[in-house]
């Protein structure tokens, strides 16, 4: 009985002793998972203000403002807000219109045309301007011995096609012409510099020029009458104007039978027979690739040279040739 008391003892003693040894055994805790962390959030796109002062709705110009549209669009997407004014073809009109931008401190402006470009000069040297569509810089600011940057806060795109080459359009067309009157609007500084270009050309050429100046659309239709019944052809620049009253000069010129060669498409759609064009969206593209580097830092306007168009395209009103029966020469192509 003893024995089996001592046996049973003995075991209790070897599960307590076991038990104590399990229970100092202790359970890992369970790794803790580390906290999330969040990445910063993006800087937001910065954004941009452009005022465009556009001088008159006309196709040449349209085209140009929708080109600096696209570009900068495509250049800075959903970064760019517009404000998209037109002057009518009012020089008072643009300076309103600029001052408004200068008023809501915008970023950036366009100038499209010399008037507009003009008055944007007049009210700001501090916000940065691009000009498109005017045809020589050192012209319409007063710069003399221009040299192609304008150095202040002022740059831009010209519309300039090679005057000597549309002087010889001239002769081209017209071999056995001798006299070529040259109509533009004297309150356009740039339409009298492609004039005295183009009639230093002529005069190269053997043909005997005269100018003929309106200084508005009050005395454009007398003007113009004048010029067609004392000349063979007529030359007519790249002149606002011209091209917002190409049907008046249309009017007087071809019932009587007086060809225009024109220094632009737009006015040549209009009224003239012949012109070596350039593409104005083009042109306005060229303009809002600057304004894209301007506003971004890339760039400072102040050291950017005037751009000019890539190309130059010989090109024929279809219409008005028929009408005259002139044959088209080699190398040109219909306006569209």
Not at 215 to 240: C, E, G, H, I, K
Not at 247 to 252: F, K, L, P
Request: proline residues 6%.
């Amino acid at each position: 009985m003893k024995k089996k008391l001592l046996a049973f003892a003995l075991a209790g003693m070897m599960v307590l002793s076991l038990a104590a040894c399990g229970g100092a055994k202790e359970t890992p805790a369970p790794a803790e998972t580390p906290a999330k962390t969040e990445e910063p959030a993006a800087p937001a796109a910065e954004t941009y203000k452009v005022g465009i002062c556009q001088l008159a709705p006309h196709p040449a110009l349209d085209a140009a403002t929708q080109g600096f549209i696209d570009a900068l669009n495509e250049a800075l997407p959903g970064q760019v807000e517009f404000d998209n004014r037109n002057a009518a073809g009012e020089s008072a009109t643009c300076a309103t219109i600029v001052n408004g931008f200068v008023s809501a401190d915008v970023d950036l402006i366009m100038a499209n045309a010399t008037p507009a470009l003009q008055a944007a000069v007049a009210a700001t040297s501090d916000i940065p301007v691009l000009g498109t569509s005017v045809t020589e810089y050192g012209v319409a600011l007063g710069i003399k011995e221009f040299n192609g940057t304008v150095g202040t806060n002022v740059s831009g795109t010209s519309d300039l096609a090679p005057l000597d080459q549309q002087a010889a359009m001239v002769k081209e067309w017209f071999p056995e012409a001798k006299t070529v009157g040259l109509l533009y609007c004297s309150a356009e500084a740039n339409s009298q510099y492609q004039v005295d270009t183009v009639q230093a050309e002529l005069e190269k050429l053997g043909l005997t020029c005269t100018q003929y100046p309106f200084s508005d659309t009050n005395d454009m239709a007398s003007v113009a009458q004048s010029a067609v019944d004392n000349s063979d052809v007529l030359y007519v620049p790249t002149d606002n104007t011209c091209a917002n009253n190409a049907g008046i000069i249309d009017n007087i010129a071809r019932p009587s039978g007086v060809p225009i060669i024109a220094g632009e498409e737009g006015i040549c759609g209009g009224c003239g027979v012949a012109t070596l064009s350039i593409s104005y969206y083009d042109l306005g593209v060229a303009t809002g690739k600057m304004a894209a580097k301007i506003l971004t830092g890339e760039a400072d306007v102040a050291s950017m040279p005037i751009e000019y168009a890539p190309q130059f395209t010989k090109k024929y009103n279809e219409t008005i040739c028929t009408d005259l029966g002139l044959t088209v020469p080699e190398g040109y192509e219909a306006i569209g």
